[in-house]
């Protein structure tokens, strides 16, 4: 199977993994000063199973959110299909690609690789498998948080330069 490359970022995309965009202003969305607190020790956004009903719905993730200094949180659960373009994905390494502007944080089913891609600073790209092989109607919550940046004198706001899910084979 050739690589094939969904933009997380095209309603068309999008529809074949049955994905929707949702996001959230905060470390911890919905509660007081955006959940920041000094020692706090985790936002439960980064959950699989967190709530994020009551969240916006947002088609574009490259439009600019909020200013200064802040955080935000971009969720969708992909549903894999059995095929992309007519190619079966079963087996294929899933891999979520992204860059934050400007610190940025891939969580895939609660779960992070700061290893391999997690955590980027200042724009860089990030690479995070979603499924090693890929099982058709398996279901991954990406959650990805963002940070204005510089900390000390932030410019702009936060968004995700891309999102694409890519599917790629072994051999």
Known sequence: ????????????DRKQVNGVWKYAM???????NQGLNAEIEGSPARLADYDDSGWEVRENVRAGLSKGFSFAWFRMTVTL?????????????????????????????????????GVA????????TVSASAVPG??????????????????????????????????
């Open 1 to 12: 199977m050739p690589r094939i490359a969904l933009d997380l970022n095209d309603d068309a």
């Open 26 to 32: 905060g470390f911890v969305p919905g509660e007081p």
């Open 81 to 117: 299909p059995e095929a992309i373009d007519g190619q079966p994905i079963a087996g294929s390494t899933v891999i979520f690609e992204t860059t934050v502007d400007d610190y940025g944080e891939v969580w895939v089913d609660g779960e992070i690789d700061i290893v391999n891609g």
């Open 121 to 128: 600073g200042w724009n860089r790209a990030q690479r995070v």
């Open 138 to 171: 398996a279901k991954h919550v990406i959650a990805v948080l963002a940070a204005n940046g510089p900390l000390a004198k932030p410019m702009g706001g936060v968004w995700l330069r891309y999102a694409y899910l890519a599917f790629e084979s072994r051999g």
